[in-house]
Nanobody, 116 residues
């Protein structure tokens, strides 16, 4: 079992920045995937970014503006979001997938609001 607790959401103006954090606890392993999804009202949940060992990937919509990083000593993944735009507004969910058997876990979500 893995538990995920997110923090760092909030409200910013267009062009502003926020940093999300997600602490993973429980049976975590080095090669497991940690990432972020988001879901805006009326839209499907979409992948924002993920990291696994030395690999990180981003959706095209956030590439160059968002940075995902992982602190293994703290079992924490961060999402630094810069140059936020109104279309980035959504509930952001932390995501964890185990390497050995592809079991997925989700955080409770944190709201990001961007005003123009």
């Amino acid at each position: 079992q893995v538990q995920l607790v997110e923090s760092g959401g909030g409200s910013v103006q267009s062009g502003g920045s926020l940093r999300l954090s997600c602490v993973a606890s429980g049976s975590t392993e080095h090669f497991d995937t940690l990432g972020w999804y988001r879901q805006a009202p009326g839209k499907q949940r979409e992948l924002v970014a993920f990291t696994r060992a030395a690999e990180s990937k981003y959706s095209d919509s956030v590439k160059g503006r968002f940075t995902i990083s992982r602190d293994y000593s703290k079992n924490t993944v961060y999402l630094q979001m810069n140059t936020l735009q109104p279309e980035d507004a959504a509930v952001y969910y932390c995501y964890y997938k185990t390497f050995l058997n592809n079991i997925e876990y989700w955080g409770q979500g944190t709201q990001v609001t961007v005003s123009s």
